[in-house]
């Protein structure tokens, strides 16, 4: 008997320095996250544009969820800083659409966090899960 | 209804043409219907004499004209500028948009600006529409002659007029005003306060209705790209088939979330709009998410600002605590 259990997409974005540092912690620790993570890896979580995030709703992503360094720690000096007030406003924008607040989440992780990642994702992805497939930001003509 | 006479205007006009200050002057002219004034560009103290318009409808911002008029000769533009225009106006200069030297402005009071559907929710056979004292005089072909007090008539952004102050000027006509007291958030804090549910609802609604026609974009003074995201065929919102409303949702979102500290409020966007959506609420939200987050800002108010979304400070908000801040007062 076959079943059909829900399992929602999530596209990570991944600061190089930090994020995806800690991804690969996560995995040489042998830590379990879910596979429905996709990572994306970026030079710096400011270099994520906020059409990146809703484009990614539109190609069928059910939950976003942006890693970076520590506010502080960025390899840049100051990227972080402004991808948090950027995701401020962006998400709280979200919010006021009526697109359900816990498919977006921003979240900073260091390389040296490896067991912080992979709660992250279980926590996110549990979530994201609840909800359930996402149908405020989807676009039709993007559904195989 | 305006406070200021049509004559003062054409007359100023007239001799900063003549005393050669200007070359052209940047006004209002009447179009097809009395409430479709536009932007014209006069050479003339004859052209001026014929078309030149101020009532009520002159509602059209200057500023983002600027952009393009002062690239095209070596002589001075006069511009008129209302006091909302004359926030634009600064927050084009902070942003190098234009040469200032090029630009000769003249502040013109206003006591705020008609809104036509406002008339046409009363008759639906408008002819002409007159001026008198308090009165705006709609004159139907069905309905004879209605006289409405034209404060009833106002626009959304001039009822809830933010300032009645020039901040830039190189002359002002009759007397300035000061900033307003206005409630222009208490829409936006209404939406705030409904259910998730509900606001996707409200959102949905006005959303599904745009027609991507793309004038907010065109007459924003925000807006000055020479090569905007959203005339890139690869961008996802070039494509105009409508499937569901995501395109229009994408379209909102981007382009409220790229005039972001830079937007000064000046309700243009609303006013173009064919299909009566309220962008402003879009635009409001960001500029009270900043007030409440970094500080008030109102863009354009002084030359030279720094808009808060190219700045930050090292104990600033986390993006969840951001959006779940307006939980306790809901």
């Not at chain 1, 279980?122 to 979530?127: G, L, R, S, Y």
């Not at chain 2, 190098?96 to 705020?112: L, Q, S, T």
């Not at chain 2, 970094?294 to 190219?310: F, K």
Request: aromatic content about 10%; some cysteine.
């Amino acid at each position: 008997m076959q079943v059909n259990e829900y399992k929602p997409l999530i596209v990570a974005f991944c600061c190089n320095w930090c994020s995806y540092a800690g991804a690969d912690l996560a995995g040489n620790n042998r830590l379990n996250y879910p596979a429905d993570v996709k990572i994306i890896r970026v030079p710096c979580s400011c270099r994520v544009n906020p059409m990146f995030i809703l484009r990614a709703f539109q190609r069928g992503a059910d939950g976003v969820i942006l890693c970076g360094c520590h506010p502080g720690d960025c390899h840049y000096t100051s990227g972080n800083y402004y991808t948090r007030r950027r995701m401020s406003l962006l998400f709280s924008m979200l919010d006021y659409l009526g697109i359900e607040r816990e498919r977006t989440r921003v979240e900073w992780v260091s390389a040296a966090e490896g067991a912080k990642f992979a709660a992250t994702m279980n926590d996110f992805v549990e979530k994201v899960t609840a909800l359930g497939e996402n149908k405020r930001l989807e676009d039709l003509r993007c559904k195989k | 209804m305006q406070e200021i006479k049509r004559e003062i205007l054409i007359n100023k006009a007239k001799d900063l043409l003549a005393d050669g200050t200007v070359d052209r002057v940047l006004g209002w002219k009447a179009g097809e219907f009395d409430y479709d004034v536009t932007p014209a560009v006069f050479n003339s103290a004859d052209e001026i004499e014929g078309d030149f318009v101020w009532n009520g409808f002159c509602g059209a911002n200057f500023s983002k004209y600027l952009v393009k008029e002062t690239l095209k000769g070596d002589g001075k533009v006069l511009v008129f500028l209302k006091p909302c225009d004359t926030y634009s106006f600064n927050q084009l200069l902070t942003e190098h948009r234009f040469d200032r030297e090029k630009v000769y402005a003249v502040g013109v009071p206003c006591n705020g600006m008609v809104d036509v559907n406002k008339i046409k929710e009363e008759t639906d056979s408008v002819v002409s529409i007159d001026f008198d004292g308090g009165n705006t005089v709609v004159h139907t072909l069905y309905d004879g002659d209605l006289s409405l007090p034209t404060e009833k008539l106002l626009s959304e952004r001039c009822v809830n007029c933010k300032s009645k102050k020039h901040v830039a000027y190189d002359e002002l006509l009759g007397e300035d005003g000061e900033v307003c007291d206005s409630g222009r958030f208490d829409e936006v804090a209404r939406l705030e306060k409904m259910t998730p549910d509900e606001r996707f609802e409200f959102w949905q609604n006005e959303l599904s209705r745009c027609i991507r026609c793309n004038a907010c974009r065109d007459v924003c003074p925000a807006c000055t790209c020479e090569k905007c995201v959203f005339d890139n065929p690869e961008s996802p919102v070039e494509n105009k088939a409508p499937a569901n409303s995501f395109e229009e949702k994408m379209f909102h979102i981007i382009r409220a979330f790229h005039v972001v500290g830079r937007c000064t409020d000046c309700g243009e966007c609303s006013r173009v709009c064919p299909q009566h959506i309220p962008l402003h609420l879009l635009n409001r939200k960001f500029i009270k998410d900043i007030d409440e987050l970094y500080g008030e800002y109102q863009a354009g108010s002084v030359l030279g600002n720094r808009a808060p979304i190219v700045d930050y400070k090292l104990d600033d908000a986390e993006p969840s605590e951001a959006v779940e801040r307006g939980d306790e007062n809901a």
